[in-house]
């Protein structure tokens, strides 16, 4: 067939497939962007969950829904910190580019049925958390697969650029998605889910027209048992954690809940089970002697205590903004989730100016000078956070925030390069999948001690406090003391959710008070100026936390040695089935035709 009889859209198949290194910009493009609407959604629901909540007739601060309240910010989490690591083997079968297609069009329904939602209630409160669960499962196929596509498509030299670009798309969406969901709730809160819809169908056709299987496959059975254990005991581990930071029993906090030390424990024996099958298996789901490549196994382990260090971060930035620093500036409690994600943005700042060149600069001198680098930097912006008087001027935080933006920055891209460089072509889904894994499941962890660690500290000076300035302030004695003795954890979701703790917590007796009165409690300056100080002293905690992961991490990176790439070609063991020939995508078949 002649090019001039081709249609349009086979002509430019054409072009892009034949002119020299078009297609690495074409794999660059497509993941970048997979990635981004992945971490988009990953949080955007956080600053929309208020508007989300009224939309289906459910109060998150009844403590009956205080789960749906958590599922929906983490289920979307937790089922990516499972999947991926199993999907990224699943790639290697049965080729990266069908499972990435397949992510993209899986994340796309679930946006549509998100979308849509008509129930309202428990009823709604749950098909939301299912959907945002086919969400992530969706993610999970981006996140496993999008740097193996793009190892496979860029030379060794020029890795760290294309994964710097979309490691930042990855890291900067999900503060992007905090005004995102802040803009568009207060419009209408299907939009929160709506607006991926689009850009998800464009991708989803894009990546099934134009992306090529260039990786090599290695066909082998599926480790059912590895994966049942794996995700069992994941699954139990990261529960755990979630109910962990609600109070039990009279408790702040629920990890004396036997239930909870019942998922910590059985989840961890399910975990040591899966560690002795995957030594045991043919073909294993987690390929345990990549770890004695230094180079992947230093690089995995500082992408845990980095992302240890980074997972809670957001959450402590916001409840400092909405529940201190916004009110006290003037902003009521209902303005303060947009504003916070506004004020934030230097963080994003910081993530979009580092990756991409720090990326381009570990494919000329290795991964470990940014790496170890940026995790000192990242230290020593933690420690400049627990520096910053409660009350801080804004430029003095806008200035903390973009340096750790930019220290996380200057890790991430070479970090992830130097992993990728140095997986054997033949497991660069698995190995991706399994640093993924690492890091999806310590931001859920991050999570859990952050606020643990935070509700330590409130609870140790905030009843007290509390008692004393409702009591000055002409509640009653009983009353205060009943509010002075309810969980922290209270505080911190109304807090979260752009409610005011004290309207929330005094409403029963604000009607017998004097309007003065009440207008003087529920005003913007007595919750902040009360908790304060017992909220510093938490969130101290929780940066000094930080900092030493990021220490840790910093020797880590040291550790991993100098510039390292895997050899090209790997011999396949003798025992092994010859791999598959990747098979031709449709713009190789319209060229062909």
């Given amino acids: 067939m002649s090019t001039t009889r081709r249609s349009p859209a086979a002509r430019l198949r054409l072009h892009l497939h034949t002119t020299p290194d078009h297609y690495k910009w074409v794999a660059l493009s497509n993941t970048t962007l997979g990635m981004l609407m992945a971490t988009i959604n990953s949080s955007i629901v956080i600053i929309a969950l208020p508007a989300i909540f009224r939309g289906i007739h459910l109060d998150p601060l009844i403590a009956s829904n205080t789960s749906y309240l ?116 207060p419009v209408a809160w299907r939009l929160v889910f709506l607006v991926s819809v689009p850009v998800g169908v464009l991708g989803t056709v894009w990546a099934y027209l134009m992306l090529e299987e260039r990786g090599v496959r290695s066909p082998s059975k599926i480790d059912w048992l590895g994966n049942v254990t794996f995700a069992v005991g994941l699954i139990a581990v990261l529960v755990g954690i979630t109910y962990g930071i609600l109070p039990y029993g009279g408790h702040d906090m629920g990890w004396t809940n036997p239930e909870v030390i019942g998922e910590l424990a059985g989840g961890v024996a399910i975990l040591a089970l899966f560690v002795v099958i995957e030594r045991r298996v043919s073909a294993p789901m987690f390929r345990l002697p990549l770890f004695r490549i230094r180079a992947f196994s230093a690089g995995v382990f500082a992408t845990l205590l980095s992302a240890l260090s980074r997972g809670g971060l957001m959450f402590m930035l916001i409840i400092w903004l909405q529940g201190i620093w916004l009110p006290e500036h003037g902003y009521s409690f209902s303005q303060t989730p947009l504003w916070a994600g506004i004020y934030m943005l230097p963080l994003s700042v910081g993530f979009l100016i580092a990756g991409p060149f720090s990326g381009r600069l570990a494919d000329r001198f290795g991964a470990r ?98 008692y004393h300035g409702l009591t000055t302030h002409g509640v009653s004695h009983a009353y205060a003391a009943r509010v002075a003795h309810l969980p922290p954890v209270g505080s911190l979701f109304a807090a979260f959710l752009g409610y005011n703790p004290i309207g929330t917590m005094l409403h029963p007796v604000l009607g017998h008070m004097t309007h003065a009165k009440a207008a003087y409690l529920t005003g913007h300056r007595f919750f902040p100026t009360l908790v304060s100080h017992p909220f510093a002293s938490g969130i101290h905690e929780a940066f000094y936390f930080a900092a030493g992961c990021c220490v840790v991490a910093a020797i880590a990176s040291w550790l991993r040695g100098a510039k390292y790439v895997h050899a090209a070609e790997v011999p396949a063991p003798a025992s092994a089935a010859a791999p598959v020939p990747a098979q031709p995508t449709p713009a190789q078949r319209a060229r062909a035709a």
Avoid: K
């Fill in 70 to 185: 958590l599922w929906m910010l983490l289920g979307f989490l937790v089922v990516g910190a499972v999947l991926v690591v199993s999907l990224g083997r699943v790639g290697d079968i049965f080729g990266r580019v069908r499972m990435y297609n397949l992510g993209f069009a899986v994340f796309t329904v679930g946006c549509i049925l998100l979308s849509v939602t008509w129930l309202h209630g428990s009823a709604g409160a749950l098909w939301m958390i299912v959907m945002r669960i086919v969400q992530g499962i969706g993610a999970a196929f981006l996140f496993a697969n999008s740097s193996a596509i793009l190892t496979d498509a860029f030379p060794a030299n020029e890795r760290g650029l294309a994964l710097g670009i979309n490691m930042v798309a990855a890291i900067a969406g999900s503060f992007i998605g905090l005004v995102l969901g802040g803009v568009l709730a």
């Fill in 369 to 466: 000078p940014f790496t170890t680098g940026g995790m000192i930097l990242a230290a020593g912006s933690f420690l400049l956070l627990i520096s910053l008087p409660v009350t801080f001027a804004y430029w003095a935080f806008a200035l903390v925030i973009f340096l750790n933006g930019f220290a996380m920055g200057l890790f991430a891209a070479p970090n992830q390069t130097g992993i990728m460089n140095s997986l054997p072509p033949d497991q660069r889904g698995a190995g991706a999948g399994m640093a993924a894994t690492f890091m999806n499941s310590a931001m859920v962890l991050s999570i859990g001690i952050f606020f643990s660690l935070i509700i330590v500290g409130l609870a140790s000076t905030l009843p007290g406090t509390l």
